[in-house]
């Protein structure tokens, strides 16, 4: 069992930066990572993810080139740095993790483990 704590969320004006992260209640090495988010009404939708191994990243469309993905060498945290938010950023941000892939899933169905989310509002 992996417990997911995300932190890091906040108020932001559009166009500032944020960086969230994920601690893992264990190494999260044997783990493909995520990043979701989901807005009042809307469905959950994949931000980013990032393989076992660091050798494959994936972002959704709407925050490529703007949103990274990392881990650290230790592998117990993930991040997510934010940049160019808009308020179509404003959301709750889940991270999940996953045990039985190698490469990275952008379905949330996909995921084993998830946190309990953290805020993000982007002001205009």
């Known amino acids: 069992q992996v417990q997911l704590v995300e932190s890091g969320g906040g108020l932001v004006q559009a166009g500032g930066s944020l960086r969230l992260s994920c601690a893992a209640s264990?190494?999260?090495?044997?783990?493909?990572m995520g990043w979701f988010r989901q807005a009042p009404e809307k469905e959950r939708e994949f931000v980013a993810g990032?393989?076992?191994?660091?050798?494959?990243?994936h972002y959704g469309d709407s925050v490529k080139g703007r949103f990274t993905i990392s881990r650290d060498n230790a592998q117990t945290t993930v991040y997510l740095q934010m940049n160019s938010l808009t308020p179509e950023d404003t959301a709750v941000y889940y991270c999940?993790?996953?045990?039985?892939?190698?490469?990275?899933?952008?379905?949330?169905?996909?995921?084993?483990?998830w946190g309990q989310g953290t805020q993000v509002t982007v002001s205009s």
């Open positions: 999940a993790a996953d045990s039985r892939s190698s490469g990275v899933r952008t379905s949330e169905h996909e995921y084993e483990y």
């Open positions: 264990t190494r999260t090495f044997p783990y493909t």
């Open positions: 990032i393989s076992r191994y660091r050798i494959t990243k």
